[in-house]
């Protein structure tokens, strides 16, 4: 008997979970508002939090590829004032120290990248004169058969006119700093800079292609150019002046990027020489640590704004809706059913409304979210 009353009670539990199931779809004045309200409001959750996630996330993205890496190494010297670009202070012996990198570290991916400035001069026919504009860029591997750095910068998809670069020799202008000097691909230009010692240097290239890179500081004078040419005119052989590391995910992690930079530092701790690598995450540098925290604090701010708002919208519908079925209440009180019984039932419907309304939200979120990333094509 009490196995046949043991076994009946769940039985019992399922039958009543489905006959509040029914009851929810045939009635639709007690469900199917609350779980519009709660579908939107999901809905709505969703979407803001991918939206933010998006925008202010590219701006992550962009920094990490164009300037931070999600780690860098440099020399001290050269992490100390490095607003300033300073390639006199650039590490030297690179060849090995990028090769122990990638042993060391093989989760991650390290190119090497130095910034520079200079004079860029316009010749006319006759080889004098005929524009001039200061420069500033950087030299990133282009030419090498295994390098992703042109993909990484996006450079074909930013390609205006002409082509990305075949040899070392070649280099891509902003399109608007193209347009100021009345450069067209396939000009020949003069870079007047300084090299790593301090002499002066004139290095001729040659105008392969222009880009726009969406950011008004690159679109302004920006010039990108493959390293190994930048090298040679900078008097930088087995140099460089920084040393970027992505992680194989592509997203910044916080936490491995700590522990990788943390690791590192440790070897050179004890080193007094100016010119020994350190290295340095993505949120120490750009003033990006304040950037991720207002981040995380928008999706708070956002999310919590909703969840209040649709508790509230919710409240008022379930006051209406507890003043509407009073008469029912009353009634299943009066032919026996417990005050215990009844509260549990009204939980379980609210439980399944929320699920119910959660789903549906969550599925429209989802798709609103990816049409927003990837557009509708019309």
Partial sequence: MQSGAGSSKPEKQETMFRFYIKGLIRDRSRSLLPVLV????VTLCVLVQAWITGVLGDMIVFNARFATGHVKVMSRAYNENRDQMPIDLSMVGTENLI????QEYPGLEWV??????????VPDENGETREQGPGAGMAVDLVSENSREAERLNLEKSLIRGSLPESSHELLLSDQFASKLEVEPGDEITLITSTMYGAMSIANFRVSGTVRFGAAALDRAGIVADISGIRQALDM???TSEILGYLTGGDYDNEQAMAIATGFNEKYTGSDDEFSPVMVTLRDQSNMAGFLDLIDYFKFIIVTIFIVAMSIVLWNSGLLGGLR?????GLRMAIGEEKGHI???????????GLAGSALGTLAGLIFAALLSRGIDI
């Fill in 325 to 329: 079925r009073y008469g029912e209440m």
């Fill in 237 to 239: 052989t087995d140099a």
């Fill in 99 to 102: 090769i122990d990198l990638r």
């Fill in 343 to 353: 509260y549990r039932s009204l939980v379980t419907e609210s439980v399944l409304i």
């Fill in 112 to 121: 090497e990248r130095i910034r520079f400035g200079g004079l860029v001069d």
């Fill in 38 to 41: 709660v579908a939107i409001g």
